[in-house]
């Protein structure tokens, strides 16, 4: 089992709505971030957390998502309005500080209809 | 352009035969990692190798940062090596995020 915690495993929206995903870090990592993957292809980055404060992230994210650390241990990834094109594998993962040992949770299949 | 390319983006081979995956990147890196996903989706490190070669069992990766490769070595292949193998580097010290290659598709036939 990943001991990275991502829920829900699958999300079903209706274009439109509002969606979220949690990830639970793994315990003692100070580094956490989300990648979205869509069917076949690369994982792509979207956004980086270092104690629980953004410190990179692209530019779709800043315009359409809204993601947050409250606490050492919760950090939680949403898409204000669902897109078709939002419709993909999103991956939380995390790390110790100075240290580039990932790992990873088992992702949130967001599907938006 | 892409800046990790990795090849074949599929591979057919029959058990006990040994594959050979390979991963180039276009920029500078400070480490290059290896992965397995599952068919679920979630990611298994395998490798996390800056330079040079390791090995795990029946894996070996090997990087070679000045001609911008690295590569994968799966000896005596199994039907449970089937799935999808991803590269990603780390373009900088703890600067947060990997890029990826698309992956190559194993897969093993018995």
């Known amino acids: 089992d990943a001991a990275v915690t991502q829920k829900p495993r699958y999300l079903i929206k209706m274009k439109g709505q509002e969606a979220e995903m949690k990830c639970i870090p793994e315990?003692?990592?100070?580094?956490v971030f989300w990648y979205q993957q869509k069917q076949s292809k690369e994982l792509k980055f979207l956004i980086y957390?270092?104690?629980?404060?953004?410190?990179?992230q692209i530019d779709m994210v800043k315009e359409r998502f809204s993601a947050v650390c409250p606490s050492s241990s919760l950090c939680s990834l949403g898409i204000r309005t669902c897109e078709a094109e939002d419709s993909a594998l999103y991956l939380c993962?995390?790390?110790?500080?100075?240290?580039?040992?990932?790992?990873f949770g088992s992702g949130t299949r967001l599907l938006v209809i | 352009g892409q800046q990790v390319q990795q090849s074949p983006a599929s591979l057919v081979l029959q058990e006990g035969e040994n594959a050979e995956l390979q991963c180039n990147f276009s920029?500078?890196?400070?480490?290059m990692q290896w992965f397995y996903q599952r068919p679920g989706g979630s990611l298994v490190s395998l490798f996390y190798n800056p330079s040079g070669t390791k090995h795990s069992g029946r894996l070996t990766s090997t990087t070679v940062i000045k001609e911008r490769r690295s590569s994968l070595h799966i000896s005596s292949s199994q039907t449970t090596d089937s799935g999808t193998y991803l590269c990603?580097?780390?373009?900088?010290?703890?600067?947060?995020?990997?890029?990826f290659g698309q992956g190559t598709k194993l897969s093993i036939k018995p």
């Open positions: 315990k003692g990592h100070t580094a």
């Open positions: 993962s995390s790390s110790p500080q100075g240290n580039s040992d990932y790992t």
């Open positions: 990603a580097l780390e373009r900088g010290y703890n600067q947060g995020k990997l890029i």
């Open positions: 920029t500078s890196l400070n480490s």
């Open positions: 957390f270092q104690n629980q404060q953004p410190l990179d």
